[in-house]
């Protein structure tokens, strides 16, 4: 049972009986998890301080300029979950391919994979705005003792066992699941503890916030063009408020919070939208769905599309589920 006051790491212990992972396994990991993302809060904090922001010079695999903080959490996230030997391979939205790991014996014989977007919303470190880290953990298909393969990968979102993000807001928040509710915790930085302050987080049914990159409009289908218009109208409790903060888990972690409504569509200029099915989209709508709330791609629910490559991009549209189905509607 969750109790307030109560730090992270005894909530995993906790739990850890609760839920019976039978090795402890899936603590170990979410305990790397938790360490990590310590130190790439302390790095984001840093931001303003040193020169350390603005694109690396490298391009990833999508095109996109990458910022120096990108890359030094992507070494993070994955250095820690490789020292502790926990997990049997690795796929961040920023490597082309996926990591194999192995123990110092090469016996593979670990059984989860993760799956990362460790620096989300990166453009906006340079005008100190919240970014996050979305995370994503599987049991891994394919037979322990051999290497993994993208079938490891390539699961369905309804597959995932545990999914969280890290805010690194006003303060930094650490969100997570393992399929039994959602519970958020907040970050002392005096100490370096989590603590439990958002037991059992809850989407509103309902809500108010529409959040969606309105410039893009005139590519929008004719479906979010009438949706948008829908928000906007002067009637039963309308118009919504428009937040955007062009920083995915920020804007989740508010409508979750508050009650509303996130979508990325497709475009005349993105045919599958920006978000990526396997970093993004699938986590949130772990989290999502677990707190109450509902994500599909418009049409269908996001954790029943089967994954084709590592990389593949989706429509999402996230948030409370009066307001998704709702939209849903105007996209038929
Ligand atoms: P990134 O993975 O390159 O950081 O991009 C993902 C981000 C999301 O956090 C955010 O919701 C979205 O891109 C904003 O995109 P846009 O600027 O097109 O509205
Ligand atoms: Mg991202």
């Not at 090795?23 to 020169?51: P, T």
């Not at 014989?109 to 995370?135: A, R, W």
């Not at 970050?187 to 037991?199: M, Q, W």
């Not at 979010?224 to 920020?250: F, H, M, W």
Request: with cysteine; hydrophobic share 35%.
């Amino acid at each position: 049972m969750a109790k307030k006051n109560q730090t992270l790491g005894e909530f995993i212990i906790e739990n850890q009986a609760d839920f019976q992972y039978s090795s402890g396994e899936l603590s170990r990991l979410i305990n790397s998890i938790r360490l990590a993302a310590k130190v790439v809060n302390h790095e984001v904090n840093k931001a303003g301080l040193v020169d350390i922001t603005g694109a690396a010079g490298e391009v990833n695999i999508q095109g996109e300029d990458q910022q120096k903080l990108d890359v030094y959490a992507n070494d993070k996230f994955i250095q820690t979950l490789t020292n502790r030997e926990i997990v049997c391979g690795i796929a961040s939205e920023e490597n082309d391919d996926f990591i194999t790991i192995c123990g110092q014996k090469e016996d593979h014989n670990n059984k989860y994979v993760v799956l990362i977007d460790p620096l989300d919303g990166s453009s906006n470190i340079d005008v100190n705005v919240s970014v996050g880290t979305i995370f994503s953990i599987y049991r891994r298909v394919t037979p322990m003792g051999s290497p993994v393969t993208i079938d490891d990968f390539l699961q369905e979102g309804n597959q995932q066992v545990a999914a969280g993000y890290v805010v690194y807001g006003t303060s930094t928040m650490l969100v997570y699941t393992t399929g039994h509710g959602v519970n958020g915790f907040t970050l002392n930085p005096a100490i370096g503890t989590y603590y439990l302050s958002h037991p059992n987080m809850q989407f509103p049914e309902d809500g108010n916030i529409y959040s969606i990159n309105e410039g893009n409009y005139n590519h929008f289908p004719q479906g979010v063009k009438d949706y948008i218009k829908y928000c906007q109208n002067q009637e039963d409790g309308r118009p919504y408020t428009a937040r955007y903060i062009g920083s995915l888990v920020s804007d989740i972690h508010r409508n979750m919070i508050k009650g509303g409504i996130y979508i990325y569509p497709k475009s005349s200029t993105s045919s599958n939208g920006k978000l990526r099915l396997l970093y993004e989209c699938n986590p949130m709508a772990f989290i999502v769905e677990q707190a109450g709330g509902k994500a599909s791609d418009g049409h269908q629910r996001i954790m029943d599309l089967k994954p084709t490559e590592l990389h593949q991009r989706v429509p999402f549209f996230c948030g409370s589920k009066n307001m998704v189905e709702k939209a849903e509607e105007f996209m038929k």
